[in-house]
């Protein structure tokens, strides 16, 4: 039995072929399993392996080095609460005890519904709008406790399934790309460029025998 | 292990001091060289380098002056400037220690490691007294058992990659990876994929501290509790140096010493935990006789008198003809030559094999032209037509490996089922016996079916005359006989005279049989009967008048009544002999069977006679790897009860017929070897032990190996566990062994050997007999390292690995046969045994074929290999 669906399959494949080294499509291929599962499940992790001609231990050594990529099962909106310093002046840590009394989960935590995973997160880059919370990686902010309840509150009645969509769903991760450039061409450019720029530096400055 | 060291010296300053260096070489092997140590974890000289530790960090002075870098991660240049002993760098030293010792648990009281552990000694040269650290330190359950063989710790761990780089980088099986990130990453093994690597014993080794541990040596000895000597494994025949460590007479632990020629420090698991056999209260200890169908113990003396009265009974009533020697792969050189003496010098019969239908013909390995181990890994092309090298040699597979992708040589390979050579080959042919012969002879010629074989062959630069050529030669499927591979030997010798071939059978010491006249129509020295040489006529009473019987034919003679006594010597036909059915009817008609063995086998256990033989660690030697190299053996331990070293037995024997084998030490035998063999000439123990390098010698012995040259550095980071016990006692010295002194007397030796039998001898038997399938599906019949033996079973953790009897079909063959997997099928002989079998499909078993594993069972009355076959089908049908 396979991890991924037909269709899923398909783009895994597409995946593979861009890269010189199979190797190279082990990210893709776990956002690609964690968009179809919410996590990477050890069966995912076994055939991205697979797919790669690599052991399943060298898939979990990059997956677990990641914190955007996860190996336990995570709820389907994993809240990250920023504590950075900005956040920290604007009551984050205050905000993060909050939120974990609203949903009765310590940082790190899954729902017993499976609805929410609460995480501590650094800055996220949301600043200015400190103290901020993102959802499945979109940014709320600033929240008071009250603002917090009702972000809980419209997630849990799917009142933001259009703009915040199931956790591990990655808008970026497949990209209809051309076909691999062959690696010939890539050096042959590459060495066209260098000439180029060996020419131009010559000319501009004929004292300094072609050195850079 | 930098890439690419040129020869050039330069100079470059260390502390002020000039020294010279290879232009390319990592720093902090050019300062170990120099006599300067840099404290190290991460970098090991077989492994590439990470930096990963900061540990050898030194001043090197740049454009802007002096500043820190990572010796280990440098190569050195003309001219470059290092300080490694001022106050910045011990700075720099003792914040790396107390880094790594933040959460270090310090529970070195209880740690395996403890005494011999880099970041014990190092935190003592190098370290703070005190930690500042007074948090919780991270905790992991501990320990954890990542295979049958080894125990993780992560609290001890230092994350320095070695384990991880060795599973990955040498081994090819990254079984074991690091999880998570900064402050919580661990070693671990994925989920339900335990580290079942065949090469996970030399991550305990190289672990510089207690995370890696063995389990069979958990708890068991203090490095200050050990004294070690140097030897080399008789596993198989690549000959792998090694330590045997023991205390109060009980072999400990092995550990790989680092030949650039052989093993390059690394040993298989089978080889190194092994050690537990020689242990094991199974050992036999006295002589046993049979009386009145139950064995009896006697003593040595009425055994040997008995043994001397049947083979003078034997000889006087039928002749010579009428006793049989089987060797096996136990025996030292030294042994191989007493009993070979004994058999064909004092006794007269020639009736002596050493291989169990396994092997190939000792005269076709002494007539094809050697290769060695380097040569074979910097071959223009190797072709393979060999069992699976993972399975049989592994470290083999490791030189191989390393050679592959570091681009030294390119792999062919040619075969019946897929192994693990396919993953370095270029080309993977799947052949057929007809095929075969075709093969050998047009192997480099256009349009054959191999063409794309030979593209790669010509490619690399391959002669028309196989210059260039390493052949693999081994017993790729022991379905079919040796007598097809044997004829595609010597066929291809002849198509390609120059090619060179590795002879890759398991066994180990067939080299040292071969070389010895441990085979039908053979003298020492390579040489048949006839051309004995004029030392050898000396030094032995008798010569065979002829050409005595292979292990085969011995045993077809003993169903004809032709079989009176038969020495069987470190072997276990009834179990391993090809044909199971033919050893057993044959044996049961021998007259009187002698074994001399370690352990009670299948064989010994039915024996009229057993005597206790002294195991590998328990007697001195020499032993000779496949490729012809010859090793010092070393006694570590005392043998049990009355065991007794091979030669002392054939010794004694002879005595009893009223001769003198004429020698009183494995030296004074090595001596003898020297004088009668041509191509042991040259070599002694003392030139082994005392001039030798720790790479042995390869016979025949060129001038220019005889020339010394140093022993190699010991860095005592690398394998932590030699150089701790070599340093007990001892003033501290940064390395275990010192560059040895060139002696005169060993340069004036030169020349070599003229006169050496290399002619192909017998001529190939093409075109085969037509093959009658006598079953629906063709054998392929394997072997696999944990197959099972007397070694095997009598090693408690290396027992629990012996493999199942399983039989592996392709999904086709499967379907036809309308089992799956999980299903069973009865498998049926020539003869009409059978047995039933758990089904295995795979994809990489031919359609038409059925894989069995050799060793894998041992089932009375069914033998799937017929020693009449030349190849064997059997019946396979759903149970």
């Known amino acids: 039995m396979s991890f991924f669906t037909p269709e899923?399959?398909?783009?895994?494949?597409?995946?593979?072929?861009?890269?010189?080294?199979?190797?190279s499509a082990l990210i893709p291929l776990c956002h690609l399993a964690q968009g179809q599962h919410g996590h990477l499940s050890k069966e995912a992790m076994e055939e991205i392996g697979d797919l790669l001609g690599i052991q399943p231990a060298e898939v979990m050594g990059t997956a677990s080095f990641y914190d955007m990529l996860h190996t336990e099962e995570v709820g389907k909106y994993v809240v990250g609460v920023c504590t950075n310093v900005a956040c920290l002046l604007g009551g984050g840590l205050e905000l993060l005890d909050h939120a974990s009394d609203t949903l009765g989960v310590p940082p790190g935590g899954t729902t017993e519904d499976g609805m929410f995973t609460l995480e501590e997160v650094e800055c996220v880059a949301h600043c200015d709008k400190a103290p901020c919370a993102q959802v499945n990686y979109r940014y709320f902010g600033p929240l008071s406790n009250g603002d917090f309840d009702k972000l809980v509150d419209d997630l849990a009645n799917d009142r933001l399934s259009d703009s915040v969509p199931p956790h591990g769903v990655l808008s970026r991760v497949f990209r209809d790309a051309p076909p691999m450039v062959p690696l010939e061409i890539i050096h042959q450019e590459r060495r066209e460029m260098d000439e180029a720029k060996k020419a131009r530096l010559a000319a501009q400055n004929p004292d300094a025998g072609g050195k850079q | 292990m930098s890439t690419d060291v040129s020869q050039n010296l330069i100079t470059i300053s260390i502390d002020g001091r000039q020294i010279q260096a290879k232009s390319g070489e990592l720093l902090i092997e050019a300062a170990e060289k120099a006599g300067v140590f840099i404290p190290r974890f991460c970098f090991h000289n077989r492994l590439p380098q990470v930096g990963m530790c900061r540990m050898c960090l030194v001043e090197v002075k740049g454009p802007r002056g002096f500043s820190l870098q990572p010796s280990c991660y440098l190569p050195v240049n003309e001219g470059m400037e290092v300080v490694t002993e001022s106050e910045k760098v011990k700075k720099a030293q003792d914040g790396v220690l107390e880094f790594l010792l933040i959460n270090h648990p310090l529970d070195c009281p209880t740690c395996d490691k403890g005494g011999e552990c880099p970041l014990q000694d190092q935190t003592l040269a190098y370290g703070p007294g005190e930690s500042r650290f007074i948090e919780e330190k991270r905790h992991w359950e501990k320990p954890i058992a990542i295979s049958e063989l080894v125990y993780l710790d992560r609290e001890r761990c230092i994350q320095c990659d070695r384990c991880t780089r060795f599973a990955d980088v040498v081994a090819g099986d990254a079984l074991i990876e690091f999880f998570g990130r900064g402050d919580h990453t661990e070693v671990n093994v994925f989920p339900e994929r335990p580290f079942s690597s065949y090469f996970s014993g030399n991550t305990v080794q190289i672990c510089p501290v207690g995370a890696l541990t063995a389990t069979p040596y958990r708890f068991k000895a203090r490095p200050w509790d050990l004294s070690q000597v140097e030897s080399s494994c008789t596993t198989c025949s690549m000959g792998c140096r090694m330590m045997v460590q023991s205390s109060q007479n009980e072999v400990m632990r092995y550990l790989g010493l680092d030949s650039d020629a052989v093993n390059h420090g690394w040993l298989c698991d089978k080889g190194r935990f092994g050690f537990e056999a020689i242990n094991s209260p199974e050992r036999l200890t006295a002589p046993l006789i049979r009386k009145g169908g139950e064995f009896v113990e006697t003593t040595w003396a009425s055994a040997?008198?008995?043994?001397?009265?049947?083979?003078?009974?034997?000889?006087?009533?039928?002749?010579a003809g009428r006793i049989g020697f089987i060797l096996g792969s136990r025996l030292t050189n030294e042994d191989i030559y007493a009993w070979v003496k004994l058999a064909k010098g004092v006794i007269g019969t020639d009736s002596v094999d050493f291989q169990l239908g396994d092997g190939l013909r000792g005269e076709v390995i002494a007539s094809l032209p050697r290769a060695t181990l380097n040569e074979a890994v910097s071959a223009k092309a190797v072709l393979a037509f060999t069992g699976d090298i993972k399975e049989e040699i592994p470290v083999l597979f490791l030189r191989l490996r390393d050679a592959v992708r570091s681009g030294k040589t390119k792999m062919v390979t040619i075969g019946t089922r897929a192994s693990s050579l396919d993953k370095l080959s270029e080309v993977s042919a799947s052949v057929t016996v007809d095929q075969l012969q075709l093969l050998a002879k047009g192997l480099l010629h256009e349009g054959s079916k191999f063409a794309e074989i030979a593209a790669v062959l010509s490619k690399q630069g391959v002669g028309s005359d196989g210059e260039g050529l390493v052949v693999l030669l081994g017993r790729e499927n022991l379905a079919w006989d040796q007598s097809v591979v044997e004829a595609f030997a010597v066929e291809l010798s002849r198509a390609l005279p120059k090619a060179k071939f590795l002879v890759t059978l398991r066994a180990s010491n067939f080299s040292g049989s071969t070389d010895l006249g441990g085979s039908p129509g053979l003298l020492p020295g390579r040489t048949r009967l006839e051309d004995a040489s004029p030392a050898l006529r000396q030094k032995w009473v008798v010569l065979p008048s002829q050409v005595g019987r292979g292990v085969k034919e011995m045993f077809k003679g003993a169903l004809q009544g032709e079989l009176d006594l038969l020495f069987v010597i470190g072997s276990d036909p009834r179990q391993d002999f090809i044909d199971t059915e033919l050893a057993g009817a044959a044996l049961d008609r021998v007259g009187f069977v002698v074994s001399v063995d370690t352990f009670l086998s299948a064989t010994s256990e039915r024996a009229d006679l057993v005597l206790p033989a002294a195991a590998f660690a328990e007697k001195s030697g020499t032993t000779t790897n496949l490729e012809g190299r010859v090793f010092t053996l070393n006694q570590k331990v005392t043998p049990p009860g009355v065991c007794r070293s091979d030669w002392t037995i054939a010794s004694e024997i002879a005595l009893e017929l009223g001769e003198d084998l004429g020698f009183g030490s494995p030296a004074e035998i090595l001596d003898e070897i020297a004088e009668v063999s041509l191509i042991h000439w040259g070599l002694s123990f003392d030139r082994l032990t005392r001039t030798a390098t720790v790479d042995g010698m390869v016979v025949p012995i060129s001038a220019t190996a005889l020339a010394i040259r140093p022993r190699a550095l010991l860095?005592?980071?690398?394998?932590?566990?030699?150089?701790?016990?070599?340093?007990?006692?001892?003033?501290?010295?940064?390395?275990?062994?010192?560059?040895?002194?060139?002696?005169?007397?060993?340069?004036?030796?030169?020349?070599?050997?003229?006169?050496?039998s290399t002619k192909v001898l017998g001529a190939p038997i093409w075109p085969l007999a037509s093959v009658q399938p006598t079953g629906n599906l063709a054998l392929e019949y394997s072997r696999k390292l944990y197959s099972q033996g007397e070694h095997l079973k009598n090693s408690p953790h290396l027992s629990r690995l012996i493999v199942e009897a399983k039989c592996r079909v392709s999904p086709r063959t499967a379907k036809e046969l309308g089992v799956e997997t999980g299903g069973f099928v009865r498998i049926s002989d020539k003869a009409g045994g059978g047995a039933v079998f758990e089904v295995e499909t795979d994809d990489s078993v031919r359609n038409g074929a059925v894989e069995i594993v050799r060793g894998s069972f041992f089932i009375s009355g069914f033998s799937p290999v017929r020693a009449d076959e030349t190849v064997n089908y059997v019946k396979v049908e759903r149970a």
């Open chain 1, 8 to 23: 899923n399959l398909e783009k895994a494949q597409v995946l593979v072929g861009l890269y010189p080294d199979k190797r």
């Open chain 2, 304 to 319: 040997l008198s008995l043994i001397g009265s049947k083979v003078s009974e034997v000889r006087g009533a039928g002749g």
């Open chain 2, 715 to 756: 860095d005592q980071v690398s394998t932590p566990g030699i150089a701790s016990v070599w340093n007990q006692g001892l003033a501290s010295s940064k390395t275990a062994y010192v560059e040895g002194e060139e002696s005169e007397e060993a340069r004036e030796v030169t020349g070599t050997p003229q006169s050496l």
